[in-house]
């Protein structure tokens, strides 16, 4: 790739300023779509056309942006910091090569603890998410679907949570009969309010083995919340906390905090923070990660999938966590089951 070269990373801001720029509402809804899609493309750009490769092969690329980048290539705009919304994410190349510092670093993945099935708004069933998960070699994988006061997301309750845990038993015997070393941890993503308290009875979330914490609600604030990451950090029933700053790419910038007290909080409560992977979200991204790393808290590298092929994000948050020099003794999904359980959980 040679130096001047623009990279997915500058495509992806050029093309979500071009949305912005564009009064044509169709053009511009391509143009977002494709911004999103570069963070994903397996390929730099200025390799595919080195390769005489056409650039339609890319997600999100059609003859109209074909030409777009093309032109950006022969001549590459100049591009100043990154728009708020769309500042520290890394691109699967970037995170790719990332990783290639270290081969060593993704091997360690045991299992991701945070994804969705059919139960609320993901696409696989319980099965789906376990064979995608034993695909990449896994040894475990935390079913976390939304809890029953998030509707918009078919919010599960405490009959259908009771319910899927009579499921999970009985995969895993078949997974213990069939002699592999490989379980699903009961779990669910707890809806938190903005006082850091769940939307479940406490006594059906006891049953679970993890509890991923997460804020749905609120999350355009501009003052500081450091409040309440606090007071879900003293949720006893809250064992991770999920996508902590709740940004979404290109849409919203998430919230402010105090991040340096609620790490340090974290390590007091021995409550894990989230990378959450999905390339949308990349939540907490290398900054804050450089911050938790000096606190010393837990992490927790998830995908959030919502569909099987989507536990393959991993790429990204392990390459956060790499770049981060996160230490591996306090990644939870560099642990094996029974480890990870009891950092969360010690008795
Ligand atoms: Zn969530």
Known sequence: MSRNALTNSDIAEL?????????????????????????????????????????????????????????????????????????????????????????????????????????????????????????????????????????????????????????????????????????????????LNTSGQGDMDPTSLEKLDVVVGSFHSALRKTEDQTIRYIEALDNPNVHILGHPRGRVYNYRVGLTANWKRIFDHAAKTGTAVEIDSYPDRQDLNVDLLKLARASGCLIAIDTDAHHPPQLEFVELGLAAALKAKLKPENILNFQTADKLLQMIKPS
Not at 80 to 104: M, W
Not at 114 to 122: I, L, N, Y
Not at 150 to 158: C, T
């Open 15 to 191: 093309l979500a300023l071009e949305a912005s720029a564009s009064g044509r509402p169709m053009v511009s809804k391509a143009l977002r779509k494709a911004s999103r899609a570069a963070l994903l493309w397996p390929v730099e750009v200025v390799d595919l056309l080195e390769e005489d490769r056409s650039l339609t092969e890319l997600n999100g690329v059609g003859p109209f942006i074909s030409k777009t980048l093309q032109g950006w290539m022969d001549k590459p705009p100049k591009i100043s910091a990154r728009e708020e919304t769309r500042k520290g994410f890394l691109t699967l190349t970037e995170a790719r090569s990332i990783l290639l510092t270290n081969p060593k670093w993704k091997a360690r993945y045991k299992g991701d603890l945070q994804m969705h099935t059919v139960s609320s708004d993901g696409s696989g069933t319980l099965h789906d998410m376990a064979l995608a998960g034993l695909a990449l070699g896994y040894e475990y994988i935390g079913v976390t679907d939304h809890s029953k006061g998030l509707k918009i997301a078919n919010g599960i309750d405490e009959a259908r949570l009771e319910c899927q845990g009579e499921q999970i038993d009985e995969l895993n015997e078949r997974f213990r009969k069939e002699g592999q070393k490989f379980r699903i941890l009961k779990s669910i993503e707890l809806n």
